[in-house]
T-cell receptor
Framework: GNSVTQMEGPVTLSEEAFLTINCTYT??????LFWYVQYPGEGLQLLLK?????DKGSNKGFEATYRKETTSFHLEKGSVQVSDSAVYFC?????????????FGRGTSLIVHP | EPEVTQTPSHQVTQMGQEVILRCVPI?????FYWYRQILGQKVEFLVS????????KSEIFDDQFSVERPDGSNFTLKIRSTKLEDSAMYFC????????????FGNGTRLTVT
Protein backbone atom coordinates (compact mmCIF):
# COMPACT_ATOMS: atom_id res chain seq x y z
CA GLY A 1 0.00 0.00 0.00
CA ASN A 2 0.90 3.67 -0.03
CA SER A 3 2.93 5.07 2.87
CA VAL A 4 4.88 8.12 3.97
CA THR A 5 7.93 8.07 6.24
CA GLN A 6 9.14 11.19 8.01
CA MET A 7 12.13 11.78 10.20
CA GLU A 8 11.55 11.46 13.92
CA GLY A 9 11.21 14.62 15.95
CA PRO A 10 11.38 16.81 17.73
CA VAL A 11 13.72 18.92 15.67
CA THR A 12 15.11 21.73 17.82
CA LEU A 13 16.80 24.70 16.17
CA SER A 14 17.88 28.22 16.98
CA GLU A 15 16.30 31.10 15.13
CA GLU A 16 17.80 31.70 11.65
CA ALA A 17 19.12 28.12 11.41
CA PHE A 18 18.66 26.01 8.29
CA LEU A 19 15.87 23.45 8.40
CA THR A 20 15.52 20.10 6.66
CA ILE A 21 12.75 17.63 7.43
CA ASN A 22 13.12 14.42 5.45
CA CYS A 23 10.17 12.70 3.84
CA THR A 24 10.15 9.61 1.65
CA TYR A 25 7.19 7.78 0.21
CA THR A 26 6.10 4.45 -1.17
CA UNK A 27 3.37 4.45 -3.76
CA UNK A 28 2.11 2.28 -6.59
CA UNK A 29 1.97 5.06 -9.15
CA UNK A 30 2.68 8.77 -9.31
CA UNK A 31 1.18 10.57 -6.35
CA UNK A 32 0.73 14.23 -5.61
CA LEU A 33 2.79 15.26 -2.59
CA PHE A 34 1.98 17.76 0.12
CA TRP A 35 3.36 19.32 3.26
CA TYR A 36 0.88 20.36 5.91
CA VAL A 37 1.57 22.35 9.06
CA GLN A 38 -0.30 22.11 12.36
CA TYR A 39 0.02 24.93 14.87
CA PRO A 40 -0.93 24.20 18.49
CA GLY A 41 -4.66 23.78 18.97
CA GLU A 42 -5.44 23.99 15.27
CA GLY A 43 -6.18 21.70 12.36
CA LEU A 44 -3.74 20.91 9.59
CA GLN A 45 -3.31 23.47 6.85
CA LEU A 46 -1.59 23.17 3.52
CA LEU A 47 1.95 24.53 3.42
CA LEU A 48 2.96 23.55 -0.12
CA LYS A 49 2.42 20.90 -2.75
CA UNK A 50 3.86 19.34 -5.90
CA UNK A 51 1.85 17.28 -8.34
CA UNK A 52 4.50 15.81 -10.63
CA UNK A 53 8.16 14.83 -10.68
CA UNK A 54 10.71 17.66 -10.45
CA ASP A 55 8.05 20.17 -9.40
CA LYS A 56 9.13 22.45 -6.57
CA GLY A 57 6.50 23.61 -4.11
CA SER A 58 7.19 26.76 -2.11
CA ASN A 59 5.43 28.95 0.41
CA LYS A 60 6.46 31.26 3.29
CA GLY A 61 10.16 30.54 2.66
CA PHE A 62 9.65 26.77 2.76
CA GLU A 63 10.50 24.62 -0.27
CA ALA A 64 10.26 20.99 -1.27
CA THR A 65 11.12 19.28 -4.56
CA TYR A 66 9.36 16.16 -5.82
CA ARG A 67 12.16 13.65 -6.52
CA LYS A 68 10.81 10.58 -8.26
CA GLU A 69 14.21 8.86 -8.47
CA THR A 70 14.65 8.93 -4.69
CA THR A 71 10.90 8.94 -3.86
CA SER A 72 11.48 11.92 -1.62
CA PHE A 73 9.91 15.28 -0.84
CA HIS A 74 12.18 16.86 1.78
CA LEU A 75 11.07 20.13 3.36
CA GLU A 76 13.64 22.93 3.66
CA LYS A 77 13.81 26.49 4.89
CA GLY A 78 16.91 28.65 4.86
CA SER A 79 16.25 30.62 8.05
CA VAL A 80 13.64 29.50 10.56
CA GLN A 81 11.74 31.77 12.91
CA VAL A 82 10.22 31.13 16.33
CA SER A 83 6.80 31.38 14.67
CA ASP A 84 7.65 28.32 12.52
CA SER A 85 7.39 26.12 15.64
CA ALA A 86 4.70 23.59 14.76
CA VAL A 87 4.19 20.00 13.65
CA TYR A 88 4.86 19.31 9.97
CA PHE A 89 3.18 16.47 8.09
CA CYS A 90 4.23 15.06 4.76
CA UNK A 91 1.39 13.51 2.77
CA UNK A 92 0.64 11.87 -0.54
CA UNK A 93 -2.52 11.52 -2.52
CA UNK A 94 -3.08 8.85 -5.10
CA UNK A 95 -5.99 7.00 -6.53
CA UNK A 96 -6.09 3.41 -5.39
CA UNK A 97 -8.61 1.14 -7.02
CA UNK A 98 -10.93 4.05 -7.70
CA UNK A 99 -10.79 5.57 -4.24
CA UNK A 100 -8.81 8.53 -2.98
CA UNK A 101 -7.16 8.27 0.41
CA UNK A 102 -4.69 10.99 1.27
CA UNK A 103 -2.02 9.33 3.42
CA PHE A 104 -0.06 11.19 6.09
CA GLY A 105 3.31 10.67 7.73
CA ARG A 106 3.63 10.61 11.50
CA GLY A 107 4.48 14.29 11.73
CA THR A 108 7.69 16.01 12.79
CA SER A 109 7.62 18.52 15.60
CA LEU A 110 9.78 21.61 15.05
CA ILE A 111 10.82 23.76 18.01
CA VAL A 112 12.62 27.01 17.25
CA HIS A 113 14.32 28.86 20.11
CA PRO A 114 15.05 32.61 20.03
CA GLU B 1 -11.71 32.22 2.33
CA PRO B 2 -14.22 29.41 2.92
CA GLU B 3 -13.49 27.18 5.89
CA VAL B 4 -14.40 23.78 7.18
CA THR B 5 -16.15 24.21 10.52
CA GLN B 6 -16.50 21.60 13.22
CA THR B 7 -18.67 21.50 16.31
CA PRO B 8 -18.33 21.09 19.19
CA SER B 9 -14.72 22.01 19.78
CA HIS B 10 -14.62 19.77 22.87
CA GLN B 11 -16.91 16.91 23.81
CA VAL B 12 -16.73 14.99 27.07
CA THR B 13 -18.72 11.80 27.31
CA GLN B 14 -18.95 8.71 29.44
CA MET B 15 -17.87 5.32 28.19
CA GLY B 16 -20.72 3.56 26.39
CA GLN B 17 -22.50 6.76 25.37
CA GLU B 18 -23.19 7.81 21.80
CA VAL B 19 -21.59 10.94 20.39
CA ILE B 20 -22.14 12.83 17.16
CA LEU B 21 -19.41 15.04 15.80
CA ARG B 22 -20.52 17.62 13.28
CA CYS B 23 -18.78 19.20 10.32
CA VAL B 24 -19.74 21.68 7.65
CA PRO B 25 -17.41 21.16 4.66
CA ILE B 26 -16.63 23.83 2.10
CA UNK B 27 -19.72 24.16 -0.05
CA UNK B 28 -18.35 23.30 -3.50
CA UNK B 29 -16.25 20.37 -2.31
CA UNK B 30 -17.29 16.85 -3.18
CA UNK B 31 -14.93 14.63 -1.17
CA PHE B 32 -15.19 14.42 2.59
CA TYR B 33 -13.04 12.72 5.19
CA TRP B 34 -12.73 12.01 8.87
CA TYR B 35 -9.30 11.60 10.45
CA ARG B 36 -8.31 11.27 14.06
CA GLN B 37 -5.19 12.19 15.96
CA ILE B 38 -4.32 10.75 19.36
CA LEU B 39 -2.22 12.93 21.68
CA GLY B 40 -0.89 15.09 18.83
CA GLN B 41 0.65 12.13 17.08
CA LYS B 42 -0.10 10.36 13.82
CA VAL B 43 -3.04 11.53 11.74
CA GLU B 44 -5.06 8.36 11.14
CA PHE B 45 -7.53 7.97 8.30
CA LEU B 46 -11.00 6.83 9.34
CA VAL B 47 -13.33 7.18 6.37
CA SER B 48 -13.85 8.93 3.06
CA UNK B 49 -17.21 9.89 1.58
CA UNK B 50 -18.14 10.78 -1.96
CA UNK B 51 -21.42 10.95 -3.84
CA UNK B 52 -23.42 10.30 -0.69
CA UNK B 53 -21.72 7.07 0.20
CA UNK B 54 -18.61 5.76 1.90
CA UNK B 55 -15.85 5.30 -0.65
CA UNK B 56 -13.19 3.91 1.68
CA LYS B 57 -12.78 3.13 5.36
CA SER B 58 -9.94 2.00 7.58
CA GLU B 59 -9.73 -0.84 10.10
CA ILE B 60 -10.42 1.69 12.84
CA PHE B 61 -13.82 2.47 11.32
CA ASP B 62 -15.67 -0.54 12.71
CA ASP B 63 -19.38 -1.07 13.32
CA GLN B 64 -19.37 1.46 16.15
CA PHE B 65 -18.73 4.26 13.66
CA SER B 66 -21.04 5.70 11.04
CA VAL B 67 -21.10 8.79 8.85
CA GLU B 68 -23.96 10.70 7.34
CA ARG B 69 -24.60 13.72 5.19
CA PRO B 70 -28.13 14.39 6.36
CA ASP B 71 -28.99 17.62 4.59
CA GLY B 72 -26.46 18.40 1.85
CA SER B 73 -24.34 20.67 4.03
CA ASN B 74 -23.55 18.86 7.28
CA PHE B 75 -21.31 15.82 7.49
CA THR B 76 -21.48 13.89 10.74
CA LEU B 77 -19.48 11.17 12.45
CA LYS B 78 -21.36 9.06 14.99
CA ILE B 79 -19.75 6.78 17.52
CA ARG B 80 -22.46 4.53 18.94
CA SER B 81 -20.86 3.27 22.13
CA THR B 82 -17.70 5.15 23.01
CA LYS B 83 -14.65 3.47 24.50
CA LEU B 84 -11.81 5.04 26.44
CA GLU B 85 -9.51 4.54 23.46
CA ASP B 86 -11.77 6.67 21.28
CA SER B 87 -10.42 9.73 23.11
CA ALA B 88 -8.67 11.77 20.41
CA MET B 89 -8.89 14.83 18.21
CA TYR B 90 -11.25 14.19 15.33
CA PHE B 91 -10.67 16.20 12.17
CA CYS B 92 -13.06 16.63 9.30
CA UNK B 93 -11.62 17.53 5.91
CA UNK B 94 -12.97 18.24 2.47
CA UNK B 95 -11.49 18.55 -0.99
CA UNK B 96 -12.51 19.57 -4.46
CA UNK B 97 -10.15 17.11 -6.12
CA UNK B 98 -8.32 14.79 -3.73
CA UNK B 99 -5.47 14.03 -6.13
CA UNK B 100 -4.28 17.48 -7.11
CA UNK B 101 -5.99 19.74 -4.60
CA UNK B 102 -5.18 19.75 -0.89
CA UNK B 103 -7.46 18.75 1.92
CA UNK B 104 -9.03 21.58 3.89
CA PHE B 105 -9.25 20.68 7.56
CA GLY B 106 -11.45 21.94 10.32
CA ASN B 107 -9.98 22.81 13.70
CA GLY B 108 -11.10 19.51 15.12
CA THR B 109 -13.26 18.20 17.94
CA ARG B 110 -11.45 17.01 21.04
CA LEU B 111 -13.33 13.95 22.28
CA THR B 112 -12.67 12.87 25.85
CA VAL B 113 -14.20 9.58 26.99
CA THR B 114 -14.23 9.05 30.74
Amino acid sequence: GNSVTQMEGPVTLSEEAFLTINCTYTATGYPSLFWYVQYPGEGLQLLLKATKADDKGSNKGFEATYRKETTSFHLEKGSVQVSDSAVYFCALSLTSGGSYIPTFGRGTSLIVHP
Amino acid sequence: EPEVTQTPSHQVTQMGQEVILRCVPISNHLYFYWYRQILGQKVEFLVSFYNNEISEKSEIFDDQFSVERPDGSNFTLKIRSTKLEDSAMYFCASSRDPIKSPLHFGNGTRLTVT
